[in-house]
């Protein structure tokens, strides 16, 4: 009878402190809004989620009565609607404690007052250190850190080797190809010349010689910057914009749209079918990213990675004169805090943790380079012959400007490209359209030159 | 003992209780309608209105400032207002006629059907109209895509992006089918609501099948005619969603840009984020005006207060 009474005790007391010990560890919920859109990009949810599991280990070893519970959110579908949804969220301050976006969201977020400054963060944890020192530009703004670099990138300019050797080309004149490029040797005007003779000869149909995106975006800038055109002055920080270069653009697309290179209606294709196509080997040169290395050979080639390699080489996009210098241009994004958050130090303490070449290494399965020094130097990175054959292109790259107007600067641009490509106004008038519409909507945040 | 002039007064109160009680009880009914009405349309104008004289944008979210009628300034100064307001007017117009029209027709040929056939040919119509916008819209482009990814290309031998080489007829085209639909429905409902008598009275006549619809049907439709088009305009003037997914107005510059599209664009789209919500208020606003007049307009022209008017006599 003692017995179970003791024993009775015995389980009451066993039920009480599981249900303190229950009670005193508390669970803090984070959340994490990312974006690929590319599908191959989901390390940048998962990395988070994994990073919190090693920030509960280490909360259990120090003893903490709290863990993490990490909630991600993983875009597919388009950056529009993406963004749209964090404004909203921003402003009924529903905002994930982190957010994974482009280096071009710092403006525009930062002025209206939702990412927190990282500096102080940056300075008490050594993992930052690590990151490539130049990428940090891209996600400074006004002298703060925004934003911790992930995923730089370049933009190559692809090939199809089956169908230049259908036209003729020997294997030794298209294994040469990056490197004449390289050199200012294979300029725009011959992208223009074998495109012409590749239609002329049947292997790819009229409007098939050189595709670029369908839609609005950073591609058109590197081929402006081969023309010479600056985005924004280094030293006022004010946005610029080159009429030469402008107008070399839109020649050259032009041109294209009118002698059959590229099709009058291309912008608006559904990416899709853009990549389709282009998979399909309907194309016989085409602008796009590293990450659409993988995304071609993952989500839209039956013959995998292998028909890739097989069909596609790259080079950096062409100089605009001969002898001139070839370009391409990164993207990088970069995880935030926001401002809003009541667990700033967690998401802080969260991005040092993936912040390493154990994270940042698994940039390469979506065709992205590293962000950190010492994932370079990782046996998979150099491994990687895509990656570590387009590395060369980090020297050449360059970046759109942090700058608030820069969304309505980028909108303007590509309405004049729409304009020249689908016939509805001449090049001069397309660069006298952007001047007038450039500076009606941004006034002295721009200068023309 | 109460003197005629103590009637009087009894029945000049009488008289007023009366009056009191007169619009006491309608206006108790009314007010349900009242407060919805206040809250969801007057509400959203009146916010909207506010908003185009703020400079709210992403930038300035948390701290908009009033900039008065700049947002307007800014529109009517565009060199493109012209091109989209002629472009609203010609989508409103043709798909307008396309969809009253096609839906008058749809809704004479099935009411000449048996019901089990007739029933059949409306939820046929009607699919378009149930299947959510997007999957709507992504079905026609595939329809209508390249070789060998079109059906349409693929059927024709001839390989284009249909949607592209014809913007407009497609945005009416995929506009026009749903929109025929509402106008099946309510077309149906008043043409069986004519009295068969009329229609036996034509017969006798010696009335042919066009001289019924001209002189029986379309003349006691107006009611429904004028409700279709008012609803549609209304809609149409509002609605975007099919053309931003089929074209996001173009191809090319414009084309299929039509002025609900712009201020969504301004207001929600931009590639990096920078959106301005004070201007796509501002664009919204010339919307609602617009709209307001049109809505007159028809009141006027179907001659609404006739169609109100009390019978002149009544048949019981």
Known sequence: MRNSKAIRYLFAFVVAAAVTFAAAQQTITLEAWTIG???????????????????????AAEGADYRVELVTDFETVSWDDFRRRLLLAFDSGLAPDLIASSHLDIAVWSEGGFLMELDGYIAEYDAFDDVVESLWDFTTYKGAVY????????????????????LGWSADEI?????????????????VEVSL?????????????????????PDYYHTYMAYGGRLQ?????????????ALGLFTLLGRMADEGVILRDLIGTPWPEWHRTVVDGEVLFNSAGTWSFAEWATQFSDGGYDHIWETFGFALQPAAERGGTPTTLSHPLAYYIWSGTDHADLAARLLSIVTTPEFDVRAMESGHLPALESTRAEDAFLENEFLSQVSYMVDYTSAQPVHDGFGRYADIVFRSINAVESGQLTPEEAVELT???LQRALGDQVSIE | MSTPAAATDRGAARHGGNRASSWKLPALFLLPALIIVLLFFFGPAIVTGYLSMTDLSARTLSDPSFVGFDNYEYVLGSRWTPLILRNTLFYVGVTLLFN??????????????????????????????????????????????????????????????????????????????????????IFTAAIRSIPEDLFRAAAVDGATTWQTVRRVILPLMRWPIMFVTAYQTLSLLASFEYILLLTNGGPGFFTTEVWSLWAYKEAFQSYVGNVEFGLGAAMAAFLVVTGIVASLIYLRVFRFNDLLARPKIEVN
């Open chain 1, 147 to 166: 934003g911790i670099p992930i995923n730089p990138e370049a933009r190559p300019f692809y090939f199809n080797k089956t169908l230049l050797a259908e």
């Open chain 1, 197 to 217: 003779e590749a239609i002329e000869a049947g292997v790819v149909a009229p409007g098939h010689g050189y595709w670029h995106r369908p839609a609005d975006g």
């Open chain 1, 37 to 59: 859109p590319d599908e191959p990009a989901v390390h940048r949810a998962e990395n988070l989620e994994a990073a919190a599991l090693i920030l509960n280990e280490q909360l």
């Open chain 2, 100 to 185: 009253v029209g096609m839906g008058l027709v749809l809704a004479i040929v099935i009411s000449g059907m048996s019901d089990r056939v007739g029933n059949v040919f409306r939820l046929l119509w009607l699919l378009p109209r149930i299947t959510s916008p997007v999957i709507y819209v992504v079905m026609w482009q595939a329809l209508m895509a390249r070789a060998p990814y079109g059906f349409l290309s693929q059927l024709t031998g001839q390989s284009q992006n249909w949607v592209n080489a014809y913007p407009w007829h497609s945005v009416i085209l995929i506009n026009g089918v749903v929109g025929a639909s509402l106008g099946m429905l």
């Open chain 1, 435 to 437: 001047v007038e519409e």
């Open chain 1, 175 to 191: 294994e040469a190809l990056p490197g004449r490029i390289l050199e200012g040797d294979f300029i725009w005007d011959d992208v």
């Open chain 1, 233 to 245: 002055d280094p030293d006022t920080g004010q946005l610029v914009f080159t009429q030469d270069a």
